[in-house]
């Protein structure tokens, strides 16, 4: 053990007296805030409009209260990204009995010059999303083949979604299918 201590002592005085000769201020104490220019900020990417069909409810599990929504498809559009989503997709949902739960969506984007795109949207939260509710922030993935769209792959991505208010029935007609909006944000 000791010879632990006096191996992680030297290596501390080593880089110490390094920072001092290589004319660098000190490592400020851990906890610190870090230099403004060094923190992350989110540049807006895309956004999709994702259309969805009932809930198919499993109901109460030894998990929690278990439900799926089918994708049915969508749009998704921005200044760095254009296509469509393809019909077939999945949004899994999974709710503890405090009122926390999770969300996994699990579905594919065609991109405009028609390249098939997977994404994989997590979530964890607790309150419903919504005016006065909480917001459901997401962490995507993306699994783009090589080419034009492989810069998704290498992202760092976090999304906020929003429930789209249903619109009504025009006389003798069919409502609008239910529909949520994803807004994509590319940490940078």
Not at 5 to 25: E, F, K, P, V
Not at 90 to 97: G, K, M, P, T
Request: aromatic share 10%; net charge neutral.
């Amino acid at each position: 053990m000791g010879s632990i201590r006096i191996a992680a002592c030297a290596t501390g005085m080593l880089l110490a007296s390094s920072a001092a000769w290589s004319g660098q201020a000190p490592a400020a104490p851990l906890g610190s805030p870090p230099p403004p220019d060094t923190v992350p900020r989110v540049e807006f990417a895309f956004e999709a409009r994702v259309t969805l069909a009932p809930a198919v409810v499993l109901g109460e599990t030894p998990l929690g209260h278990r439900q799926y929504i089918p994708i049915t498809g969508g749009t998704v559009a921005g200044p760095k990204f254009e296509g469509e989503v393809i019909p077939g997709g999945w949004d899994f949902q999974l709710r503890y009995a405090g009122g926390c739960g999770t969300l996994t969506a699990d579905y594919f984007w065609r991109a405009a010059d028609g390249t098939v795109i997977h994404i994989l949207n997590e979530s964890f939260s607790c309150g419903l999303p919504g005016p006065g509710g909480e917001r459901s922030f997401f962490r995507p993935r993306f699994e783009a083949p090589k080419g034009p769209h492989e810069w998704l792959n290498r992202g760092t991505f976090v999304a906020l979604l929003e429930l789209e208010p249903r619109s009504a029935a025009p006389p003798g007609g069919a409502a609008a299918p239910m529909a949520i909006r994803i807004r994509f944000f590319q940490v940078k």
